[in-house]
Structure formats: C-alpha cells, structure tokens
C-alpha cells in the first residue's frame, strides 16, 4: 500500500514530467476511480491548464494547476507513471492526462480510492498534520491526549497524515516500544526517540521512494517464512493491531 514515502515519490514524478506544462487532452477509461465528477467534468475542467508545483499532504497526492486542484489518493494499489506518449497502455491505466509527449498515467488494480477534482480543504478537512511536518511539542501533545495504543494512533490518519503498516512497524521497532504500549503512558525520553526515529525513517525512505526491505530493517524480515529480528536475532512475533498484522521483537519491543 502506497505510504507518505511512496506518495512523496509520485510527487516528484510529477513534477519532473510536468511541472509548468499544458494538459493537452484527458482520457478516463474507468470512471469508478472518480469522486465528485464525471469524466466529461474532468476533462473539461483540466484540459488546456498549465501545472503548477505538486504537493502532498499524508497520503494524498495534490494536483495544482492554474486552474482547479484534483487530489489522487492511491488506496492499496494505485500508482502514478510518467511514460511516453506511444508506450502501450497497461490494462489497469484508470485515468491518462497528456502533457507534451508524456503521459501521466494513474494505474491502480484494485479502484479502492481514485481522483477528487475537489477543494483540498474540504477533502483533508479530516485529515492531521503531515507526519514529515510535526515537531516533538506538537507529537507530544498529540500521543499523551490519545487513549488506546501506539501503533494505532501512528496509523490513525486524523491525527497524523501519511503512515501506514510498514512504516509504523519500522518506526516502532527502531523505537524499541511495543506497538501495543498505552500512546499516553510514554516516558519523555520515549517520545523524544519515537519522534526522532520516525522522522529518521520517513527520510531515508523518501530518498528511494518505499519503505526499503534492506536486510538491517524489520520490513526486510516480516515477509520470512520464521522471520528473526535483524538487531538481535530474536524471533519476531505477528499480531493483529489496529486491524492489521503487526510484526514486532518481544525481546528488543519490551
């Protein structure tokens, strides 16, 4: 499932293939990845507008033009691709805009989310503040008014926009904190090293666009057959948190 980083990576593909660009035509070939508009709307609202500098809140990936904004957000399998104009299409291309010999092409098999050519204020109007943006005043008023534990309140996007899964796991077990642990019981050398490691894992991930499976990470073991913890060896334990499957250390996440 695309995360902050991943969107972060769309963003920049976006901007180097289009950034100051006219939209020259507009092709929808499923209108179920569209929210609040038809795909005559759409088309007729961005053909012909020059695109301005991309921006991404959390998860969300904002289209600006000179004209309106169309927000994406990329469910579990959405992807965003820069290609040239005669590089076939693939079959699961929702939604193609043409910009000067390039496509920007939005690909998602599974059509969970989709494209909102909406005011971005209303459709983040729910949203947190962006997990790169938080400073450890901020992070910490936010955990210790939370009931419940850490790894949901890191995944809950009302509070913090753009973690997911993979990376609150990473975050968590690079913390040394069980994701299970009371969000408001954190000591303040706890939340001090919780902030620092999950901004030192969205930087790191942002420079290659994903949360990386390199073997001296957890998301490099969670998918092992009997997965060990890359720091000590110790086996590494699968729960179900939040709705989904947490993988963690009991020996180093105590």
Not at 43 to 66: C, I, M, Q, S, Y
Not at 106 to 132: F, N
Not at 200 to 218: D, F, N
Request: glycine share 10%; hydrophobic share 35%; net charge positive.
């Amino acid at each position: 499932m695309p995360e902050l980083p991943d969107v972060e990576g769309f963003r920049e593909i976006l901007a180097s293939c289009a950034r100051g660009r006219r939209i020259k035509r507009v092709e929808v070939m499923d209108a179920d990845v569209l929210h609040g508009a038809g795909a005559r709307r759409l088309a007729r609202e961005l053909t012909g507008r020059r695109l301005a500098e991309p921006e991404r809140h959390g998860k969300w990936l904002l289209v600006r033009t000179d004209g309106p904004t169309v927000l994406l957000h990329f469910g579990m399998t959405g992807l965003l691709l820069c290609c040239d104009a005669d590089e076939p299409r693939h079959r699961h291309d929702r939604v193609v805009l043409t910009v000067d010999g390039h496509e920007l092409r939005y690909r998602d098999q599974r059509k969970l989310r989709g494209l909102w050519p909406d005011d971005p204020d209303r459709v983040l109007s729910d949203q947190g503040p962006d997990a790169m943006d938080l400073g450890l005043a901020d992070f910490r008023e936010l955990l210790s008014a939370r009931r419940g534990g850490l790894k949901s309140a890191l995944m809950n996007q009302s509070l913090l926009a753009g973690l997911g899964n993979l990376t609150a796991d990473e975050i968590l077990w690079r913390a040394r904190l069980r994701p299970s642990r009371a969000a408001s019981g954190l000591t303040g050398e706890e939340v001090r090293r919780l902030h620092a490691r999950l901004r030192s894992v969205l930087r790191s991930s942002i420079r290659v666009g994903q949360i990386p499976p390199r073997p001296s990470w957890l998301t490099g073991h969670r998918d092992d057959a009997d997965p060990h913890c890359p720091r000590c060896d110790g086996r590494l334990r699968r729960d179900r948190i939040a709705g989904r499957t947490a993988v963690w250390c009991p020996a180093c996440q105590r």
